[in-house]
């Protein structure tokens, strides 16, 4: 660390816990005017620089505070060292916060400024030092600043002040007076205190925030805005918080068609979470775990259902961080290979408003969440949904019928209510259950519960060759729950259809294609399903098969007589 001797304003250097006692100088840049690490060692020439009185105002403050070093980030740090550089800005929080004083110049503060006339934030809110990207740091890091304006003019100090510069800055008073510990802010709203400030270089919006989130990482300048992604990544790996995700689009920008547009999960810039100031950590029971991957952000977490606003349907929605006590979600579309893309990335979803009735409860599992959309970070099109499906079986259920649960949950979109295959050649498997509430017939009105379960096999072959199908009435019995836990097993263990058809077997499952229902005096209700291929490109990139669940009543003479024709006499010979 290089420092300025107060005394022969000449740089020395000290490493370690050599560094001694320094005051620290917090400004804006002067194009042009500043002192560089080589003009400050050469010394000709550097009295004409406009910036060379901020370094000799700071080096007298600090001598007058009996400190023998000052530092000024200009001229001393060696610039033209990519190392150097490197170690500085992920240095430069705790060298802010190991100062004794800090002395903060309002370049553009014209008059002086008491800690009374500072109740009105527009007074010195308008100040370039409280619009730009480093100044957040050094306002948040020193115990002591005294800010002075632009003839060095003692105005106020920060610890006096902490409550109206948390006005004027969105920061947390408690984090300024350091009587709250940084750790204890969610990510969001760190982000958030930075998301109207700015920096002249773009890769600086991210490397400005390093030591807030007490990460470190390489610089590449040149990189531009994957700095900020990358930097996302990084408090990923170190920090189990989704408040990282709570992020929306900002409501001055362009209108891109709020709620149809589909992003990535990770914010372009801070200014996306401008709207987070209150945002809170949610407790321990919703933190996912974390990882970072070529694919994406790898977690496994605890999902909700919830209704999507002009969508058909339910889709997945993620709690992600709470405001008032209450928790709020990100909405998230499965676009296939266990690879989930956001929706409506305007808006953030209250959870009481937005869950399904308790029934329907939360599930756990393991997607990948993009990072963003190939190509683009927004977009209004479905396209980039059906583009990334190459086979699918859509489901159409009657009126007062409810997909209630599937099974593989990672590949199945609950909006389009779709299975699709993980990769073209997968033949896969797949199961529904549905509950319903049987329609009145013949003057007679069913009160049981009816509820079934549908298997499919070999569903993404080719459509030339039909799918293995049946249906599975559900009583409630022990013999039932374990179906459906035979279900969950083999999704969490990855069994393939060999496998979940031998336990069909094993269990003395039937393949059914009809479900015989209640009976009035004349007729019989049947369940029944129907395979279509059909085409709709906003589902699929090409044809696909649907199955359509309805109702037919029949004369008693007319119903079928059901087989046990056993899913192993199907399923055990290659296709």
């Keep these: 660390m290089w420092l300025i001797n107060n005394e022969t304003l000449a740089l020395e250097e000290f490493i370690g816990h050599s560094i001694p006692p320094y005051g620290i100088l917090s400004h804006t840049w002067l194009d042009g005017e500043e002192v560089s690490f080589q003009e400050m060692r050469q010394q000709p020439g550097i009295h004409g620089k406009r910036g060379w009185e901020k370094i000799e105002m700071t080096c007298r403050l600090a001598a007058q505070d009996g400190l023998k070093y ?35 110049h309002l370049s553009d503060l014209r008059t002086v400024i008491t800690m009374e006339s500072l109740s009105d934030p527009e007074v010195v809110g308008c100040c370039r030092w409280f619009q730009r990207g480093w100044t957040l740091q050094e306002l948040i890091a020193p115990s002591d600043i005294k800010f002075y304006n632009r003839n060095w003019e003692y105005c106020f100090d920060k610890s006096d002040t902490a409550y109206q510069l948390g006005m004027i800055s969105s920061v947390d008073p408690d984090i300024l007076s350091h009587s709250k510990d940084l750790s204890t802010i969610s990510v969001a709203q760190k982000m958030s ?14 490397y400005c925030l390093l030591g807030i989130f007490d990460i470190n990482m390489p610089l590449l300048y040149g990189e531009g805005e994957k700095a900020f992604s990358r930097l996302q990544a990084e408090i990923i790996r170190a920090c189990p918080d989704p408040s990282i995700l709570a992020w929306t689009y900002p409501k001055d920008g362009d209108d891109l068609g709020m709620q149809t547009r589909f992003s990535g999960v990770l914010a372009p810039s801070p200014a996306f979470f401008a709207s987070c100031r209150h945002m809170e950590k949610l407790d321990g029971y919703f933190l996912p775990d974390f990882s970072m991957s070529n694919r994406g952000i790898k977690l496994r977490a605890k999902f909700g259902r919830g209704s999507f606003e002009g969508e058909d349907g339910f889709g997945l929605i993620l709690p992600v961080g709470r405001y008032l006590s209450e928790d709020f979600c990100i909405q998230l579309r499965n676009m296939g290979d266990g690879c989930f893309y956001r929706q409506n990335p305007g808006s953030l979803l209250s959870a009481s408003s937005s869950y399904l009735p308790p029934w329907m409860s939360r599930i756990t599992f393991e997607p990948y969440l993009a990072t963003q959309l190939p190509g683009k970070s927004f977009t209004k099109s479905r396209e980039c ?26 590949n199945w979109d609950d909006v389009d209510t779709v299975f699709f295959t993980p990769t073209p050649s997968y033949p896969g498997w797949a199961a529904l259950k549905v509950v319903c509430v049987m329609p009145r017939f013949d003057g007679y009105c069913p009160h049981e519960s009816f509820d079934f379960l549908f298997y499919t096999f070999y569903w993404g072959e080719t459509l030339e060759m039909p799918p293995e199908c049946g249906v599975h009435r559900l009583f409630g019995t022990l013999a039932d729950r374990h179906l459906e836990e035979l279900n969950t097993r083999a999704v969490e263990e990855k069994w393939d259809a060999y496998w979940v058809s031998n336990r069909l077997r094993m269990n003395e499952t039937p393949q059914h294609s009809v479900i015989i229902g ?52 199907i399923m055990l010979h290659s296709r």
């Design 193 to 206: 205190w930075a998301a109207r400030r700015c920096t002249t270089r773009t890769e600086d919006t991210a």
């Design 385 to 410: 949904i059906s583009a990334s499906r190459s086979r699918c079986m859509q489901f159409h259920v009657s009126s007062r019928m409810e997909i209630y649960n599937n099974w593989p949950w990672v």
């Design 518 to 569: 209640p009976s009035s005096k004349q007729s019989t209700l049947l369940l029944k399903y129907e395979l279509q291929v059909v085409r709709d490109d906003t589902v699929c990139r090409g044809t696909f098969r649907r199955v359509k669940f309805y109702w037919e009543i029949v004369p008693k003479n007319e119903v079928p007589t059901l087989t046990d024709r056993k899913w192993a006499n």
């Design 70 to 104: 000052a530092w000024v980030d200009t001229c001393c740090i060696d610039k033209s060292s990519s190392a150097e550089l490197t170690e500085a800005i992920n240095s430069m929080y705790n060298w802010y916060k190991r100062s004794v004083r800090c002395y903060a």
